[in-house]
T-cell receptor, first 113, second 114 residues
Framework: EPEVTQTPSHQVTQMGQEVILRCVPI?????FYWYRQILGQKVEFLVS????????KSEIFDDQFSVERPDGSNFTLKIRSTKLEDSAMYFC???????????FGAGTRLSVL | GQQLNQSPQSMFIQEGEDVSMNCTSS?????WLWYKQDPGEGPVLLIA?????ELTSNGRLTAQFGITRKDSFLNISASIPSDVGIYFC??????????????FGKGMKLTVNP
């Protein structure tokens, strides 16, 4: 069964460093999303991406964050200068179209020290 | 912003028992979804509901989309140990021009004692 793949599974970084989280969405999907989940809390929407541009973003997704689809398969989330409070699980999701089910990857645990 | 109130926050049950959980919202959603999350994993979809009043089953799971479009419940019958995990409701506005983002509840942690 097709699945969303995320790498790495765990990323440890120093505060102020840039990180790039990578996702390979399901191959025939056109809509891509990033969510995050701070430990013990609910999953929160960050950004949605379609047709090579951001279609919606939350207040969390400030100018320290950016997303990119650098080729036909990868979808990345970059955090330019990480803060302690960026420590969380980051989930990538994809959907065939905007009304279809969003399928989630297993997540990347980001630890900012 | 939109908020979902999910209850209860946790449940401890014996294997074989049924369990119910629900979500309410102050605003309407056009799609309700129920996900399960195992430790260290991403949310996995259990049931999707698309119409107000819809009642849908998936094995031992039954979920309903409230008639007001502001609530949903999930029932698990005859629980088994592998039902352990965190259950999240999620709402999506998703109509023409509406937001496709998922708004999640805070989750219900289920523990099943064998």
């Amino acid at each position: 069964e097709p699945e969303v793949t995320q790498t790495p599974s765990h990323q440890v970084t120093q505060m102020g460093q840039e990180v790039i989280l990578r996702c390979v969405p399901i191959s025939n999907h056109l809509y891509f999303y990033w969510y995050r989940q701070i430990l013990g809390q609910k999953v929160e929407f960050l950004v949605s991406f379609y047709n090579n541009e951001i279609s919606e973003k939350s207040e969390i997704f400030d100018d320290q964050f950016s997303v990119e689809r650098p080729d036909g398969s990868n979808f990345t989330l970059k955090i330019r200068s990480t803060k302690l409070e960026d420590s969380a699980m980051y989930f990538c999701a994809s959907a065939r179209d905007r009304k279809n089910i969003q399928y989630f990857g297993a997540g990347t645990r980001l630890s900012v020290l | 912003g939109q908020q979902l109130n999910q209850s209860p926050q946790s449940m401890f049950i014996q294997e074989g028992e049924d369990v119910s959980m629900n979500c309410t919202s102050s605003s309407i959603f056009n799609t309700w979804l129920w996900y399960k999350q195992d430790p260290g994993e991403g949310p996995v979809l259990l049931i999707a509901l698309y119409k107000a009043g819809e009642l849908t089953s998936n094995g031992r799971l039954t979920a309903q989309f409230g008639i007001t479009r502001k609530d949903s419940f999930l029932n698990i019958s005859a629980s088994i140990p592998s039902d352990v995990g965190i259950y999240f409701c999620a709402g999506q506005l998703g109509t023409q021009g509406g937001s496709e983002k998922l708004v999640f509840g805070k989750g219900m942690k289920l523990t099943v004692n064998p």
